[in-house]
């Protein structure tokens, strides 16, 4: 998707109640991707997060925050969330671990899959992995960050086999929809890879933990350890 679409991004995690998340991916995927994207949000991308089985991951994005006001207060206040409300809300233990973003650059949004999203009634899940890199940062990302990401990192880690693809930072406006809380106070640096495979992704696993050094050049800005998001796409993602 060009990065003019989706100048906003939030990377949303539920935490689901046992058992529940295919119970809310049936109906996400049945309800709620053609009904936000009629408000004018973009529903990029839906997943299952593999180390933690009671965890729905998703993403969706805006071409500003005002827009993202409007879009959300639209949908929230629509008939379709009003019909699927409970049916959604009651699978959840948790819904506010949202973090919104921006790309750090206008060239470092995603680019438009290459195919159009499965239409209604899909099942057929991708045999494809998402890996979502979250660095916590001591401060915002500054430009310095960024030229070692792109001076250091990104050609290691697509020699590793996990070349990155859009690459974002906190966006620091306020909230716009507060029905919706999002997490505040933290500066965050985020990148997504795309594997074709389960197989692929451990490759790079394995080469990964094997190059002890591939995020030294970070270290300066880092605040936490770096969080890795395994995300296997839903039958209707559309990053995937």
Known sequence: MPSSCCSVLELRQYTLHPGQRDVLISLFDR???????????????QFRDEDRPDRFVWLRGFRDMASRREALSAFYGGPVWKEHRNAANVTMQDSDNVLLLRPVRPDTGLAHPSASRPPPGADARPDSRVEVTV?????????????????????VLTE???????????????????????????HVFVWLTMFPDAGHHQEHLRRRAAAKGWVEPLQPWLSAPIEHLILSPTARSELR
Not at 35 to 44: F, L
Not at 135 to 146: S, V
């Open 160 to 186: 590793l086999g996990a070349p990155p693809q859009g690459l974002f930072q906190t966006e620091p406006a306020e909230n716009t929809f507060p029905a919706l809380p999002v997490r505040t106070g933290e």
């Open 31 to 45: 309800a709620f991707i053609e009904s936000q994207e009629a408000t004018g949000m973009h529903v990029i991308g």
């Open 135 to 155: 660095c916590y940062l001591k401060a915002p990302a500054a430009e310095a960050l960024t030229a070692c990401f792109e001076q250091h990192m990104r050609p």
